[in-house]
């Protein structure tokens, strides 16, 4: 009983009536030029929350593929209330900041406790971090409008105008990660691991780790996006080239591993691909140069994703037999 | 071909989503990959249906797709935070922050990004999703800098400076965070490349990356500490 409450696929329905619930009020408001496709986008997303566990895969992944058609043909859009002004009519203080510091607390608890009666502590910080969302709604109707209906109402309104507001994207890593399994299914993996071991003669290690950050880095340079590198580069490179010859116990694989993403960073620091972080920002600063926030973080990556290189070498080498 | 297809797609600026699902479709295509697997209805149809469509054996690339979609499902449940961030925001969440910020007194502007990245750091720790870009850094983080240098020779460079802090900060902050988009995603592939790892042993290994860059933005801010003191004192 108890394993059942406190599961991920609770966490998911409970994930799936919100996003529903997002749905319905997207449908209702006017203010949204593309109210209509943005709501059928997030009901679907909704439905795949809830039935994702026990719907067909390929009914999953047909209304995986009308979401992205609704989204490639422009019809998810954002509401114009998002604009409004702060509702400040008391100043609630420091007292604001709990709602979002409930999230963390609660991950962190229910991640204990789940180790604690010999559970997984990955599936404990995520079941934690659903549960916690659900504190910090109650948290957050205490410090402002008080725990009424209609505050509730105002408040699922809040986090659906936040949602349009950061839109199909929101969708992103997990579309990302789908990749990487079809890629692995593909044999792409294979196809890049047999390229890179050709410019690599030997196995030597010092060039593996170069070759693998090398093409985290280039590869989030051409995508302005290192969620869309990585699993490119881990099915290709640092799974088969890596992990794999090295074993657990010559390479530690979360270190490995994240160690790859970061290096991927530096190359989202050099790209005007990444256009949020790169080029808005010069323009919301009125820059003369737009290439300007690039120019001067480009010795910070540089310097970094050596660290990242002689680190992962480093780590390996102290470990591998 | 799927990978030249993403290449190609976001040189076209193509919707992201689009190039993705794009390129996993062309990818299980050239692979030979039928659409369906002949499981469900689908099984009736197997003799009669094109290969491409479905056959008996192979696993379809919609099916894979549908999978792989709702066993990540762990990557969006952000979204169940919304309501309170929201909510919170509409409050004076920020205005609050912004407050807080006010409060440093830093003498220089090394001294002021500094703290803001640390800021940041903190936020990414927290589990917090946000573009500090338009709430802290041009309202606040960029005047506030601007109003410690005395001359006016080096702005461009100062404003520039208070952006890379914020992208310091968000971008390694953010693995800190056992839940946060990054932790998940590297979980996620690695899952499905056959490895377990587990989300508190990735976020233990961001603590030095996070340690190292934090170091090289404070000599980075420190040089421009220098710079700016002697175009100052000219």
């Known amino acids: 009983m108890m394993e059942r409450l406190f599961s991920l696929e609770t966490v998911y329905a409970m994930t799936g009536i919100v996003l529903l619930l997002f749905g319905i009020m997207t449908w209702r408001d006017r203010s949204n030029p593309r109210r209509q496709g943005s709501a059928i986008f997030w009901l679907i997303l909704g439905l795949i929350f809830i039935f994702g566990g026990i719907m067909p895969h390929w009914v999953t992944g047909i209304l995986v593929l009308v979401m992205v058609a609704i989204d490639g043909a422009g019809r998810v859009g954002r509401s114009s209330l998002a604009e409004r002004e702060t509702v400040e009519r008391v100043s609630r203080g420091a007292r604001i900041f709990w709602p979002v510091l409930v999230i963390p607390v609660v991950t962190v608890i229910a991640a204990l406790l789940f180790r604690r009666f010999g559970m997984d502590g990955n599936r404990g910080a995520l079941v934690g971090l659903g549960f916690g969302g659900v504190v910090a709604m109650l948290v957050a109707l205490k410090v402002t409008s008080g725990l009424r209906f209609a505050g509730m109402l105002a408040m699922i309104d809040e986090g659906r105008l936040l949602n349009e507001a950061m839109g199909a994207v929101n969708i992103l890593p997990q579309l990302l990660a789908s990749l990487g399994v079809i890629f692995t299914s593909a044999g792409v993996g294979d196809l890049i691991a047999s390229g890179v071991r050709q410019l690599v003669p030997g196995d030597q290690l010092f060039l593996l780790v170069v070759a693998n950050c090398l093409g985290m880095a280039l590869f989030t340079i051409v995508m302005g996006n290192s969620f869309a590198a990585f699993p490119v580069i881990a099915s290709g490179v640092l799974v088969p080239l890596l992990i794999r010859p090295f074993g657990p116990d010559g390479v530690d694989p979360a270190l490995a591993a994240i160690v790859t993403l970061t290096a991927g960073s530096s190359g989202t620091l050099m790209t005007p691909m990444a256009a949020n972080f790169n080029i808005v920002p010069a323009a919301l600063l009125n820059l003369r140069d737009q290439y300007g926030v690039i120019r001067f973080q480009f010795p910070f990556a540089l310097a970094l994703w050596s660290f990242h290189v002689v680190w992962l070498w480093w780590c390996i080498r102290a470990t591998a037999p | ?234």
């Open chain 2, 1 to 234: 071909m799927g990978i030249g297809l993403v290449l190609l797609g976001m040189r076209l600026r193509w919707r992201t989503t689009v190039v993705v699902v794009a390129a996993a479709l062309v990818t299980g295509i050239a692979a030979g990959l039928p659409l369906f697997s002949a499981t469900g209805i689908w099984e009736e149809l197997a003799g009669g249906a094109p290969q491409w469509v479905t056959r008996r054996g192979p696993v379809g690339i919609i099916d894979l797709l549908g999978k792989a979609f709702a066993e990540n499902r762990l990557m969006t449940l952000f979204i169940l935070t919304l309501p309170a961030v929201g909510m919170a925001e509409r409050y004076g969440l920020q205005e609050e922050a912004g407050r807080l910020i006010r409060r440093v007194r830093a003498a220089t502007v090394g001294r002021l990004l500094v703290v803001y990245q640390i800021f940041r750091i903190l936020h990414g720790a927290l589990g917090i999703r946000l573009n500090g870009h338009p709430s802290f850094v041009r309202p606040l983080i960029a005047p506030m800098a601007l109003g410690v240098t005395t001359g006016g020779i080096r702005t461009e460079k100062v404003k520039s400076a208070a952006a890379a802090a914020e992208n310091y900060g968000n971008f390694y902050g953010q693995n800190l965070s056992p839940v946060q988009a990054g932790i998940l995603l590297v979980f996620g592939v690695m899952q499905g490349l056959g490895i377990q790892l587990s989300v508190w042993d990735l976020v233990r290994h961001t603590l030095p990356i996070v340690g190292f860059s934090l170091l090289l933005a404070g000599l980075q801010f420190w040089w421009l500490d220098r710079q700016l003191r002697r175009n100052g004192g000219e």
